[in-house]
């Protein structure tokens, strides 16, 4: 029995792209497909196209979030999923170490803007379902000189559940010196 191929697209994919998928980056990389400025809107790409979106340390680069997201929900198909991971607003040194990003990404971000249900969701036209959000102390595949059972304990307590995520985000990653990462994992919702 042949299974069929799915339509992945990775989305900033520089020299690291996701197994599979369509690789998309500003920069032709050895791996980039296509080679795209994710500032110029539409994306080359038709609607209702994707089944898996990646955004993998991206969307801090891009000028316009809200058009950022309303084209992955355009190309995206009803319930893709959409992986997500960025720097954490929290940690200063993830956020503003790097000259090109323009924002650091939050827990509230996705559930308030990005989604029907949010209170701010008439600033966009997408419609997304959170599925799966993880706040991560140290950089997803780093190397750091702190020790990886601290990691591990942080990262657990602040993921213990959604209200321990909101406690974490607002006030005790700033005791902790900040969380480093934020994982995501969003679907498109269209009717």
Not at 1 to 22: H, T, V
Not at 136 to 161: C, D, F, H, K, V
Request: glycine content about 6%.
């Amino acid at each position: 029995m042949m299974r069929k191929k799915r339509n992945i697209l990775d989305l900033g994919c520089g020299n690291k792209k996701i197994k599979n998928a369509i690789g998309l980056d500003i920069i032709p990389l050895p791996g980039v497909d296509i080679v795209h400025n994710m500032d110029r809107y539409p994306y080359p790409m038709k609607e209702n196209t994707f089944e898996e979106i990646y955004c993998y340390h991206v969307l801090e680069h891009v000028e316009d979030m809200v058009k950022t997201m309303e084209e992955i929900f355009r190309i995206g198909k009803n319930r893709t999923k959409v992986y997500i991971r960025g720097p954490h607003c929290s940690c200063n040194s993830t956020v503003w170490i790097d000259p090109t990003h323009k924002r650091g990404l939050s827990i509230r971000m996705f559930i308030d803007y990005f989604s029907k249900e949010g209170r701010w969701s008439f600033y966009s036209k997408s419609n997304f379902k959170v599925k799966k959000i993880k706040l991560n102390y140290l950089l997803t595949g780093t190397q750091s000189r702190i020790p990886e059972t601290l990691n591990r304990a942080l990262s657990y307590m602040a993921n213990l559940s959604f209200t321990s995520q909101l406690i974490c985000e607002r006030i005790w990653s700033y005791w902790v010196g900040g969380f480093e990462e934020i994982e995501v994992e969003l679907e498109i919702q269209k009717p």
